[in-house]
């Protein structure tokens, strides 16, 4: 399966402040979102400070939903991102 390259920021940045990195799913239709976390923290993002969100456009009127648990929230919700795909 090859790689995928994924632009990233952080909050309040601008794309073109954007950082790349590479992605290596394991089914070449899809990756998961515990994959791209994994690409996430490999590129050296501390996801015990940052979280990551991807912006979810098809499903819902649009918005940024969550890979993974706040850390700062007392409990997390069903909409926390498990199980979460992205089309490729």
């Not at 993974?68 to 069903?78: C, I, L, Q, R, Y």
């Amino acid at each position: 399966v090859p790689p995928v390259i994924v632009r990233y920021m952080y909050d309040g940045g601008l794309i073109g402040q954007g950082k790349l990195c590479w992605l290596h799913p394991a089914d070449s239709s899809a990756a998961t979102g515990a994959e791209l976390a994994d690409a996430l923290r490999e590129d050296g993002v501390d996801l015990e400070k940052f979280y990551p969100c991807a912006y979810e456009w098809r499903d819902s009127s649009g918005g940024w939903l969550s890979l993974e648990p706040n850390p700062d929230a007392a409990e997390t919700s069903v909409g926390d991102g498990k199980g979460v795909t992205f089309p490729l």
